[in-house]
């Protein structure tokens, strides 16, 4: 733990610049798979976002091979299944019948998730104030699920996708941490998206009409979105969320859905998408589990 703290202590201001970088990338990508939708199958959206991430990052993880040891390849294949494969499948599912905004939001779940599998599976020690923290932010993105013009309940079951893929991104986080710490971000990022990448174009290609989609008068645009999606989106926003993970710890990591929402809302926002006042309330409760979630690891140096 004391190393864990020493991290937060030496880096702070870079880890939050990441944080926030991370926020306002992954916050746009709910919005570019709402415009590859447009024209293409979410099985399509999920396989183009993961070929282009895993075949751009190729050409600088080839001299970096020679790292990774027998023991890491089952572990980085993992990563890559777990952490982005299967997710980006869940959430250009989900979002067929999920506003963009309301995607970003649940993915909120996260934190949450990421501490619990800490906790069971490798001994995370967690203080009250993370509890509380988390919970608030929950608290807050309950508020934006619910939230409607007329203040009633209402639930899609599609949701359901997202908390599955939150419970992998958890899964991910731990097991980056704790079992592949010795790999640098640009390593474990590259070699788990290379290994993603074959398979997901030969399903594309094999699985799918994408050849026969070409005429589509939205083909293009769309597929704009999907490979900045994937180059940027997952690529760019997975070297960041591992080089993090590597500043601090799982916790603060995952803190970063607390702010993704924020620029997913916004974004929906300006594409046309509802805002009401649970939107701004329950905003203000997510920032406020993050701050109380993280405040706390700057100033307890002696755990």
Known sequence: MNLTMQANESAPVKAWVFLIS???IWGASFLLMKKG???FRPD???AIRMASAGFVLLPFILHRLRQVRRHHWPLLFSVGAIGSLIPAFLFAFAQTELPSGVTGVLNTFTPLATLIIGVTLYQQVVRPQQWLG????????ILLITASATGEFSFNSYGLLIIVATICYG??????????????????TGVSLALMAPPSLIYLFVATPVTTQVQDIQFFWSLSAILTLGIVG??????????????TDTTFTSSVTYLIPIIAL?????????FFLQHAIGLCAILMGVWIANKRARKSPTQ
Request: proline content about 2%; glycine content about 8%; hydrophobic content about 60%.
């Open 22 to 24: 991370l926020a306002c």
């Open 37 to 39: 939708l447009l024209a």
């Open 44 to 46: 399509q959206v999920a």
């Open 134 to 141: 988390i919970l608030l932010g929950l608290v807050g993105t």
């Open 171 to 188: 899964l991910n986080l731990n097991v980056i941490k704790h079992k592949i710490h010795d790999l640098g971000a640009l390593t474990i």
């Open 234 to 247: 997952t690529a760019a926003a997975l070297i960041l969320l591992n080089t993090i993970v590597k500043l």
């Open 266 to 274: 916004i974004l929906g926002v300006i594409d046309g998408e509802p």
